[in-house]
């Protein structure tokens, strides 16, 4: 049962607006940036909405790691691809300036792929996706982050969550998105056991002499100074439950992230330079669309997308359990319970909105004040 208050989405998504601009965002980027941390909240990833609006992005704006003003160079582009460098502004501005380039190329030839370099952090990877499934089309992104995930028989954090992201369009009231980190659990899972003091369940971080780590707050730290890594899919440091599948699809998105764009990767994203000032993240994501009518039309790809996930759920239930879910279910049902109540927000949200909201002078009156 929910106990939070509510902040309906119209109020929080205007505060988010205005205290982006309030931080020099330019008013149209600002509107995309709200979009994407409230669609996170729309879903049900609380990990990645406005629990992350003042660490993640303002803070950083503040601390100089992150610019405000997004300058998005375009450095190669053929009818079919486009690779740009983001120069340290808006990862969500920058990512959505590329997919709506990506969409349109893949309409007119079928396919189209690209990728950014000297990006920050983008928000939930599924948003870009669904950018595509909203036209019809396939979506797939992945990007690469900060090192926290460890490799298979080791224990220091080499590379970022890094998640690998697809969402493909059905016939049914949502569309198949599985939008999920390469490790057991995302960073900013953990961030969020930390504001509500909960542990992080044993056996998804591992110290650097390979015992795990539970508390949240610990985690965190230890995560920064490099004395303990996330375990990939799987788990680790062994390979007794296959945590090197993990790996080697967080190896994949390390890969793609850098590679197609000549930037930087692993240990150049710590966010932390050598003296342990803050530094640019320079992150790097790519990002694929697909269109269905370039193959045997969109129609034969819904009802068949559709029809496995129906089959899917319909299949025989393990003992104790009523339902089989299907990718993009679960944030489908966030939505619908959430639709006329707004973003439940806990007391460290509440006393960061409230804390932006006096510093810049907003006129906002939240529902739990």
């Known amino acids: 049962m929910e106990t939070r208050p509510y902040v309906p989405w119209d109020m929080m998504t205007n505060f988010l607006v205005d205290a982006f601009e309030g931080y020099g965002v330019p008013h149209d980027d600002a509107v995309i940036c709200a979009d994407v941390l409230v669609e996170s909240d729309r879903r049900g990833i609380e990990s990645h909405g406005a629990n992350r609006f003042k660490p993640i992005y303002i803070d950083r704006i503040v601390n100089g790691t992150l610019l405000p003003v997004t300058e998005l160079e375009i450095l190669n582009e053929t009818p079919t691809t486009v690779v740009a460098d983001a120069h340290d502004g808006m990862g969500m501005v920058a990512s959505y300036r590329v997919m709506e380039k990506l969409i349109a190329k893949a309409k007119e030839y079928g396919m189209a792929g690209g990728a950014i370099r000297n990006s920050t952090h983008y928000g939930i990877a599924g948003y870009w996706t669904s950018m595509a499934a909203k036209e019809g089309m396939v979506g797939i992104t992945g990007?690469?982050?900060?090192?926290?995930?460890?490799?298979?028989?080791?224990?220091?954090?080499?590379?970022?969550?890094?998640?690998?992201?697809?969402?493909?369009?059905?016939?049914?009231?949502?569309?198949?998105?599985?939008?999920?980190?390469?490790?057991?659990?995302?960073?900013?899972?953990?961030?969020?056991?930390?504001?509500?003091?909960?542990?992080?369940?044993?056996?998804?971080v591992v110290a650097r002499d390979g015992s795990t780590v539970t508390d949240s707050n610990e985690i965190l730290k230890m995560l920064v100074d490099g004395r303990a890594a996330l375990a990939p899919l799987g788990g680790g440091p062994d390979d007794e439950m296959c945590g090197y599948k993990g790996y080697g699809y967080a190896a994949v998105v390390e890969i793609l992230s850098a590679a197609l764009t000549g930037?930087?990767?692993?240990?150049?994203?710590?966010?932390?330079?050598?003296?342990?000032?803050?530094?640019?993240?320079?992150?790097?994501?790519?990002?694929?669309?697909?269109?269905?009518?370039?193959?045997?039309?969109?129609?034969?790809?819904?009802?068949?997308?559709?029809?496995?996930?129906?089959?899917?759920?319909?299949?025989?239930?393990?003992?104790?359990?009523?339902?089989?879910?299907?990718?993009?279910?679960?944030?489908?049902?966030?939505?619908?319970?959430?639709?006329?109540?707004?973003?439940?927000v806990g007391e460290a949200v509440q006393k960061e909105l409230i804390e932006v909201r006096d510093k810049l002078g907003l006129d906002y009156k939240f529902p739990f004040e």
């Not at 998105?177 to 961030?191: H, P, Y």
């Not at 993240?281 to 996930?309: N, S």
């Not at 089959?311 to 239930?317: D, E, F």
């Not at 009523?322 to 109540?341: M, N, P, Q, S, Y």
């Open 263 to 344: 930037g930087e990767f692993m240990k150049a994203l710590t966010g932390v330079a050598e003296d342990g000032s803050p530094q640019m993240y320079h992150l790097g994501h790519f990002f694929f669309v697909i269109d269905p009518d370039a193959f045997m039309g969109q129609e034969t790809f819904r009802k068949t997308a559709g029809d496995i996930c129906r089959a899917l759920r319909a299949s025989q239930k393990a003992p104790g359990y009523d339902r089989i879910f299907t990718a993009g279910e679960k944030e489908h049902d966030a939505w619908l319970d959430r639709k006329e109540k707004g973003v439940p």
């Open 143 to 204: 990007t690469n982050a900060r090192p926290s995930i460890s490799p298979t028989f080791g224990v220091e954090n080499m590379m970022g969550t890094n998640p690998l992201t697809f969402s493909l369009p059905t016939d049914e009231d949502f569309d198949f998105c599985l939008d999920c980190a390469t490790s057991i659990v995302q960073r900013g899972k953990i961030e969020y056991y930390a504001r509500i003091g909960k542990d992080t369940p044993a056996g998804m």
